[in-house]
């Protein structure tokens, strides 16, 4: 069966949209098609990757994105907004930073546009090792040297870790609070997850993650976002592919 966005009961938009309201198209991809359709008409679609620290910043990205025709964004939830930390030391959402999300998915419907949240990022669990040019775990809130609950990156990808199952638990959250608006095409997990520190097995084996460990923090994530999202959404994972063309990490691919 195709895959579609389905219209939902959902409340008007409550941003100031950049444009005239748009028309939300039906998105679809059969399974013998190598191309989406939009209402129904073959299409190649492009998406964006636009971040921001202010309303104004994203009130840009929104302006130029419906100008050129931008029918998706990707967007990662924790490199926006910056004057709010994207998650509470205690594990719990932060609400002014989840309301400025609700704000912008608003707007973007507004403006006829799908979105893409991406959960998790890899810099932001990375601490210089490997060196990939922007490690962001001193920043993280969870970091225990910010008086977080978290001692190390690698803690996240730990089976069953007390950080593992908080972070799950607040992307359930995440997910119960937009399940209803209408423009979320899809949900993404992680992104890049092959290069936060000691992740990438191969080329750091010590203390690191091997695929399988990859994978079932993947699975718990997909089950997670099931069990909380009714319209049971697409959901996605990106690697970086940087040093995996050599037969790593490929059972990513069949999931």
């Known amino acids: 069966k195709p895959t579609a966005t389905s219209p939902l009961k959902s409340p008007p938009p409550t941003a100031s949209p950049t444009a005239t309201p748009a028309h939300l198209p039906a998105v679809t991809l059969s399974p013998d098609e190598f191309y989406f359709s939009v209402d129904g008409t073959p299409t190649f679609m492009l998406s964006r990757n636009p971040t921001g620290k202010t309303s104004e910043d994203f009130d840009t990205v ?13 967007v990662h939830l924790t490199h926006g907004w910056w004057s709010d930390p994207w998650i509470n030391k205690d594990w719990s959402v932060n609400e002014n930073w989840a309301q400025n999300w609700d704000d912008f998915f608003n707007q973007a419907q507004a403006d006829g546009i799908y979105v893409i949240p991406v959960f998790g990022v890899w ?16 920043y993280n809130p969870l970091n225990s040297a910010n008086g977080g609950p978290v001692g190390s990156p690698g803690d996240l990808f730990i089976p069953d870790s007390d950080a593992q199952k908080q972070w799950m638990e607040w992307v359930r959250n995440l997910v119960e609070r937009w399940q209803g608006q209408e423009n979320i095409i899809a949900w993404e997990i992680f992104s890049e997850i092959d290069i936060p520190s000691g992740a990438i097995d191969h080329m750091y084996p010590t203390g690191s993650l091997d695929e399988a460990t990859g994978i079932y923090f993947t699975n718990k994530a997909m089950a997670v976002i099931q ?8 959901i996605t994972l990106s690697l970086a592919g940087v040093y995996l063309s050599g037969g790593k990490w490929t059972e990513y691919y069949t999931l």
């Open 227 to 234: 069990e909380a999202d009714s319209e049971n959404r697409p």
């Open 123 to 138: 810099a932001d669990w990375n601490n210089g090792t490997p060196d990939w040019g922007s490690p962001l775990w001193q």
């Open 62 to 74: 929104l302006t130029w994105a419906h100008q050129g025709g931008t029918r998706i964004i990707r």
